[in-house]
């Protein structure tokens, strides 16, 4: 995987939309996306068959338009989904089973402070997901805001590692984000609640 896949990472799930996932998908896609995660969790979030089958028409978007899919968390749905990849948090399925029954998938974990970071398996990922940046309204028990220094922080740690960073992330802070080291921004309420998707992902 080359690192520029991550450029661009959009993370998104039924419950994070107002209109319909797919047709945001569709456009964000044609706007330029290059990753995409299929994060369907939380409050509002569809279950069983309805996750599965929302999953399998995301999953073919991505597919045809040769992006970058990705499954967060769930390993039965990324097998089901036959997803490029998998992205974890700390308190996930661990990194090191994962990657002992799918040794060529791409494997993404969450790192939020030095301590995560120490106590990480870094060498058995391939990217890892550092935030959150700035506050979030997303995700309800989200870490203390890090800020695009701990970009910094993990790049000298692990210069070889491709790093995303995620958590408030919209067009006017990106590129901070960016300048910090990254090697690419993920964001998720800027892109499902923008009014013009493809400025928004032109811009970040």
């Known amino acids: 995987m080359k690192a520029s896949t991550l450029r661009k990472y ?3 799930g039924s ?29 509002g979030a569809l279950t069983g068959g309805a996750k599965y089958s929302l999953g399998h028409k995301l999953r073919q978007r991505c597919a045809e338009a040769d992006i970058l899919f990705i499954v967060n968390d769930d390993v039965e749905l990324f097998d089901a989904l036959k997803a490029d990849g998998i992205h974890v948090g700390q308190s996930d399925r661990s990194v090191k089973e994962i990657r002992s029954k799918y040794p060529d998938t791409i494997i993404g974990l969450s790192v939020s402070d030095r301590t995560e970071l120490e ?14 940046m700035y506050r979030t309204i997303t995700k309800k028990d989200a870490n203390p805001v890090a800020g695009p220094e701990w970009v910094k922080v993990v790049k000298k740690a692990f210069p070889e590692v ?5 958590g408030g992330i919209h067009p006017e802070n ?4 960016m300048e910090a080291g990254a090697d690419g921004v993920a964001v998720i309420s800027a892109i499902t609640h923008a009014a013009d ?7 970040i």
């Open 119 to 132: 106590q990480s398996p870094v060498h058995l990922v391939d990217y890892l997901g550092v935030g959150p």
């Open 15 to 43: 419950q994070n939309c107002n209109k319909d996932p797919l047709s945001i998908l569709d456009e964000a896609i044609k706007a330029g996306i290059t990753c995409f995660q299929y994060r369907e969790k939380g409050e």
């Open 10 to 12: 959009f993370v998104m």
């Open 162 to 166: 491709p790093v995303v960073g995620i």
């Open 174 to 177: 990106a590129a901070e984000v």
């Open 197 to 203: 998707i493809s400025a928004v992902v032109q811009a």
